[in-house]
Every structure is written in C-alpha cells, then in structure tokens.
C-alpha cells in the first residue's frame, strides 16, 4: 500500500500576491491550480515552491550545436544555486540557439525567431523575472528583444569569451586569424600544413569568440546597457568567477522581482547612449548598430544611425583588441574588463541610468579599479584613437544610411574615389576572386548587391570580401568594399555595410554598374555615386527585383515583414512592447 502522504497542503485561501505565478497558475484553487502544480510536482518540487515566492525562468539557449553555448546548462545551475538561496523557485527551460559558425544561410535570419520564442515562452509561463542565458553574436540581442517585449524583470548572464587561442608561441583571435590566415595561404605566405594546425589551437576552451567581436561586443552592450551584473561581460567562459557571479545574478533577479524593476526602467534612451559610447571606446562590432535598433525598438525608445553616429563622435578609443587592435578577451578581463573602461569615459556617459543592481551605471563603476594594463585600456588621455566609433555615411547611394567601422578600416582608403566593380551575388564574386585576369586595382571599389536583409535573405556576413587573389599576392590588403551586407564581428578592412535601402528593394545600390565612379568620405560622413540623376532614373526604370527564394515557413514571413538595417532588421510586427498579461486559460 502506499504511505501516507506527508504533503503540507497549499493554503487556499492566501490572497493574490500581485504575483503572476502564483495569482494565475500555482495558488490558483480550482482545477486548473491542481493541474498546475500537479504536473510540476512530478519532477519532485517540495510544497513550498508553490507558497507564492518569486518564480525566475531560466532561458537557456545551450546547445551543441552552438559550440560558443555549450557550457550554459552548467552556468544554469549556478543561476539556480543564487536563486533558491534568495527565496526563488528557479525553473530552465531551452529557447532556440543561433550557432553562427553553423547556421546556414545566417544565424541572422533567426534572431527574430529566437526573440519570438523567448517572448511567447516567458509570457505564456507561469514566470516572474527572467534569467537569460546568452554568449554566441545573435543568442544576446535575440533573447533581449524578445524578453524587452513581454517587460517582466529580466537580468543577462553571458557565457563568457573563450581563453586566448595559442598558435606557434603566439596568441590568435576567433575569427580575425580565418580571416588573416586566409588571405595568407591565398598569398602564398601560409602553408596548408600550418593552416590545419592553426584550427585547435584558436578554440581551445568554451566560450563565445575572444576577439572583440559581436558575441563579445553584446555583452558588454548587456552591461553597458545595464542589463547584467557590473564586470560580467569580459569574465573568461571557464574562469570560476564567471559561474561566481552567474550565482549572484540569481540571488539578484530575485531581489529584482520584489522591486519590479523591469527593463523598460533599465532600457531608456540614456542607457541606449551609454551602450554607443561604450562601443566606440572598445572598439566593438557594427552589428551592434543594428542589435540596439531593434532592442529600442521594442521597448519604444527613438533611436536612429544619426543618434548613434553623433554619440559615438569623439569618443575615445581605449581597448586594444583584435580585429581593430591587437589583444584578446582574456587580457581585458585581467587588465579591468568593462568597468575600467566605464569609469574612464564616466564624464561622457549618462552616470544616471539605472541598472539590474538596481544602482546607477555611475555608481557602478565610480569605485571600479583603473586599467592594470594601459596596453589594453588605454587611459583617456592616451587612446588609440578619438572618434574611430562606427561612422554612419548618407547620400545618394545611402539615402537611409550605411556604416563603417573606423578602427577596423585603412587611414589611406578613408577618403577614396574609385571605379566601382559590382557583383550581385556573392556567389558571383566567389567565382572571381581567383580570377588573375579579373580587371581591379587596388584603387578599384568593390560593390556587392542583394546580400541585405531582404534579398539573400537575412544579410549575411559577407560584407568584407576577400581580396581578390590577384592583388593579395601583390601585398593589397585592403581595399574599400560596399554592400548591404553585414561583416562579422571579428573581421576588418574598410568595409561599407549595411547599405539602406537594400539593393533588392530597389535601393540605390542596385543601380550601380561597373566603371561608375564612387566617393566614399567617411570625416565627412558621406557615400556618392558619381552618376547624373537622369542616367539613374533611366536605370531605376529598367530595374526588376530579384525573386527571392522563400516561398513557405519562416523565410516567408521574414522577407515579408524584415525592416530594413537603418530600422534594426526587426520583424515590423513585433516592434513595440506587448507585456506580460494573458488573457485566456489553458484548460
Ligand atoms: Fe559564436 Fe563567434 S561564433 S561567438
Ligand atoms: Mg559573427
């Protein structure tokens, strides 16, 4: 027979906490509360995790099949440590996970999917405050956008850069070496033996990419933007304070619930401002611009290229990392990380903007210890640079707008004119990059078309296009590139991307031809085609957009409804906030 039950009933007559979990599923009284907490006591939960306190959901994007995740069901569990310890009733649960180095055609098609998963999980659960559990480029911005849109406490926890990679003695960067070791065996300079070898020793630890490029760059916009705990952003993936400090953001979610404070309290346009200046200084990545659009989109904040060109002029450059620099996520960490950088350019942030530790940015980092390392964090008084910010570039072949990354592009190519060579496909380019008859100098403009949100679709990071071979044995290592495409993270050159409006929407860019000429002036922040406005009416008359490939399922309703990069390639239906109520049962 069986024993008798030692189960402490759930006292039915407490009245509503305000609580959403516990007035709309666990302290519910008739059938559907049984049915609520009946089915979560089969994983062996104790009465009390039904008494009413804070229910903090775990948002996982694990998965081995994003090798740069693939440690956060361990994180998960210090998250959870943190939050039973404050009184929480933690709960995991997975979200899609966006794999860059695998997901084809681009793990950018998905952001907005992922975005749609966490707001849909967080909103139709019985959740207070939110954990999200984040690190490769997309899996940040993707689960912020959509835990903005339900506005329900919310705290990030990143996963942590992976340790420097080893090479032959010395240190190589995630991505910056494919890129640079490439173009080398392209050159003749690289073997293939030495190549292969190259491969296990950049990954040689969990984590997200160590350069400073979009993984790295978003989480320091998660703590920039003050959406997770000061000094989380630069912690190595497999440092123990990293799972030290995964424990405190779950005893503070915690507190967080309590205090509703929530991420449109956190997410104000001061916050957006920060997250700006705060780019310029590491010397982050251009995919930000567009993460930070969308993310204001969501929680309603005004936010254009121009804001962003304007807040990030004048900024000093301080970090030395690759792609732009030289060092790597593991010597930021130890030479301060985000905090140092922070209190160096405190004069030109808005000190006021309040973050999850529920304090002020200012006071944050007021008492943050100064740069260990003035390699690696520069002081103010010594950057590297001043203005090297993401620069955002108008006219006519920009009407809305196109961005380059100064710290990442040749002083002698920032004013350039030059003959356009135009593909319109990357496909098309791929086939001619090792043509030693293709007609291009170093002079020569390369222009890439319908590679835009729209067009390929999901703009995919081929914005900087190798050197053709040709000129790569003759020493060319940069040359001005233009398209509507993105450029990863750990990739530099003078690049112009994100083109607006995108060549397959009938933009601009899709008129250009080869031999035009092209005037790229990034001081004076403007992008010209050198072509009468008659001629370009008589080819906009002879334009027909491309078909796009995607007649069912997501793509469908992406290329349907994607808005263009200068608006954050959201999704339009999904930009604004929706909250957490629903109104119907389940049963
Ligand atoms: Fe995942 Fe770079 S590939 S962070
Ligand atoms: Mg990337």
């Given at each position: 027979?069986?024993?008798?039950?030692?189960?402490?009933?759930?006292?039915?007559?407490?009245?509503?906490?305000?609580?959403?979990?516990?007035?709309?599923?666990?302290?519910?009284?008739?059938?559907?509360?049984?049915?609520?907490?009946?089915?979560?006591?089969?994983?062996?939960?104790?009465?009390?995790?039904?008494?009413?306190?804070?229910?903090?959901?775990?948002?996982?994007?694990?998965?081995?099949?994003?090798?740069?995740?693939?440690?956060?069901?361990?994180?998960?569990?210090?998250v959870k440590r943190g939050v039973w310890q404050a009184g929480g009733f933690p709960l995991e649960f997975p979200v899609m996970s966006l794999g860059e180095t695998m997901l084809r055609p681009t793990a950018m098609l998905f952001r907005n999917l992922l975005s749609m998963d966490v707001e849909e999980s967080l909103r139709g659960n019985p959740i207070d405050g939110a954990v999200l559990l984040t690190g490769c480029d997309k899996t940040t911005p993707g689960s912020i956008m959509g835990a903005a849109s339900v506005d329900l406490p919310t705290l990030v926890v990143t996963g942590g850069p992976m340790l420097n990679g080893k090479f032959r003695g010395c240190d190589i960067g995630s991505g910056t070496a494919v890129w640079r070791f490439t173009q080398d065996v392209n050159a003749g300079r690289m073997t293939q033996e030495d190549y292969a070898a190259?491969?296990?020793?950049?990954?040689?630890?969990?984590?997200?990419?160590?350069?400073?490029?979009?993984?790295?760059?978003?989480?320091?916009?998660?703590?920039?933007?003050?959406?997770?705990?000061?000094?989380?952003?630069?912690?190595?993936?497999?440092?123990?304070?990293?799972?030290?400090?995964?424990?405190?953001?779950?005893?503070?979610?915690?507190?967080?619930?309590?205090?509703?404070?929530?991420?449109?309290?956190?997410?104000?346009?001061?916050?957006?401002?920060?997250?700006?200046?705060?780019?310029?200084?590491?010397?982050?990545?251009?995919?930000?611009?567009?993460?930070?659009?969308?993310?204001?989109?969501?929680?309603?904040?005004?936010?254009?290229?121009?804001?962003?060109?304007?807040?990030?002029?004048?900024?000093?450059?301080?970090?030395?990392?690759?792609?732009?620099?030289?060092?790597?996520?593991?010597?930021?960490?130890?030479?301060?990380?985000?905090?140092?950088?922070?209190?160096?350019?405190?004069?030109?942030?808005?000190?006021?903007?309040?973050?999850?530790?529920?304090?002020?940015?200012?006071?944050?980092?007021?008492?943050?210890?100064?740069?260990?390392?003035?390699?690696?964090?520069?002081?103010?008084?010594?950057?590297?640079?001043?203005?090297?910010?993401?620069?955002?570039?108008?006219?006519?072949?920009?009407?809305?707008?196109?961005?380059?990354?100064?710290?990442?592009?040749?002083?002698?190519?920032?004013?350039?004119?030059?003959?356009?060579?135009?593909?319109?496909?990357?496909?098309?380019?791929?086939?001619?990059?090792?043509?030693?008859?293709?007609?291009?100098?170093?002079?020569?403009?390369?222009?890439?078309?319908?590679?835009?949100?729209?067009?390929?679709?999901?703009?995919?990071?081929?914005?900087?296009?190798?050197?053709?071979?040709?000129?790569?044995?003759?020493?060319?290592?940069?040359?001005?590139?233009?398209?509507?495409?993105?450029?990863?993270?750990?990739?530099?050159?003078?690049?112009?991307?994100?083109?607006?409006?995108?060549?397959?929407?009938?933009?601009?860019?899709?008129?250009?031809?080869?031999?035009?000429?092209?005037?790229?002036?990034?001081?004076?922040?403007?992008?010209?085609?050198?072509?009468?406005?008659?001629?370009?009416?008589?080819?906009?008359?002879?334009?027909?957009?491309?078909?796009?490939?995607?007649?069912?399922?997501?793509?469908?309703?992406?290329?349907?409804?994607?808005?263009?990069?200068?608006?954050?390639?959201?999704?339009?239906?999904?930009?604004?906030?929706?909250?957490?109520?629903?109104?119907?049962?389940?049963?």
């Amino acid at each position: 027979t069986e024993p008798p039950s030692r189960a402490i009933p759930v006292d039915r007559s407490a009245a509503h906490t305000g609580r959403r979990s516990f007035d709309h599923w666990f302290g519910e009284k008739d059938r559907n509360g049984f049915i609520h907490r009946s089915w979560m006591r089969a994983q062996g939960f104790s009465d009390e995790v039904f008494d009413g306190r804070p229910v903090i959901g775990i948002c996982n994007t694990w998965s081995e099949l994003t090798p740069c995740n693939a440690h956060l069901r361990r994180l998960a569990e210090s998250v959870k440590r943190g939050v039973w310890q404050a009184g929480g009733f933690p709960l995991e649960f997975p979200v899609m996970s966006l794999g860059e180095t695998m997901l084809r055609p681009t793990a950018m098609l998905f952001r907005n999917l992922l975005s749609m998963d966490v707001e849909e999980s967080l909103r139709g659960n019985p959740i207070d405050g939110a954990v999200l559990l984040t690190g490769c480029d997309k899996t940040t911005p993707g689960s912020i956008m959509g835990a903005a849109s339900v506005d329900l406490p919310t705290l990030v926890v990143t996963g942590g850069p992976m340790l420097n990679g080893k090479f032959r003695g010395c240190d190589i960067g995630s991505g910056t070496a494919v890129w640079r070791f490439t173009q080398d065996v392209n050159a003749g300079r690289m073997t293939q033996e030495d190549y292969a070898a190259a491969e296990s020793g950049m990954s040689r630890s969990n984590g997200h990419c160590m350069t400073m490029g979009t993984a790295s760059t978003m989480a320091c916009m998660a703590e920039a933007l003050g959406l997770q705990l000061t000094g989380s952003a630069a912690i190595p993936a497999v440092d123990s304070r990293r799972y030290a400090i995964a424990q405190q953001a779950g005893q503070r979610i915690v507190q967080m619930v309590e205090e509703d404070l929530k991420p449109s309290d956190i997410l104000t346009r001061d916050a957006f401002a920060n997250a700006v200046r705060a780019n310029a200084a590491i010397g982050g990545s251009t995919n930000a611009v567009i993460h930070l659009l969308a993310i204001a989109g969501r929680v309603g904040v005004k936010l254009t290229l121009d804001d962003m060109d304007e807040w990030a002029r004048g900024v000093p450059w301080l970090v030395d990392l690759q792609p732009s620099g030289k060092y790597l996520m593991e010597d930021f960490y130890y030479a301060g990380g985000l905090p140092a950088v922070l209190r160096e350019i405190l004069p030109l942030l808005k000190a006021d903007a309040i973050t999850v530790t529920g304090r002020t940015i200012g006071e944050n980092v007021a008492n943050a210890e100064r740069t260990v390392d003035t390699d690696v964090i520069r002081a103010v008084g010594n950057p590297l640079g001043s203005g090297a910010g993401t620069a955002v570039l108008k006219g006519n072949l920009a009407p809305d707008g196109a961005v380059v990354k100064q710290s990442a592009a040749s002083e002698r190519l920032l004013q350039h004119r030059g003959k356009a060579l135009v593909f319109s496909s990357i496909e098309e380019y791929d086939l001619a990059v090792d043509d030693m008859d293709l007609e291009v100098d170093e002079d020569t403009v390369l222009v890439l078309q319908n590679a835009g949100p729209r067009g390929y679709p999901g703009m995919p990071e081929v914005g900087n296009m190798t050197i053709p071979r040709k000129l790569a044995e003759q020493g060319v290592d940069d040359m001005v590139r233009i398209s509507d495409a993105r450029m990863s993270g750990t990739a530099y050159g003078t690049v112009v991307l994100h083109v607006a409006p995108e060549a397959a929407v009938g933009g601009p860019l899709a008129l250009v031809r080869t031999g035009d000429w092209i005037e790229l002036d990034v001081p004076g922040r403007t992008l010209h085609l050198d072509v009468s406005e008659e001629e370009l009416a008589k080819r906009r008359a002879d334009w027909q957009p491309a078909t796009v490939p995607s007649d069912r399922g997501w793509a469908k309703l992406y290329v349907n409804h994607v808005t263009q990069a200068n608006e954050g390639c959201d999704l339009d239906f999904l930009v604004g906030r929706s909250g957490s109520a629903v109104a119907r049962q389940s049963h």
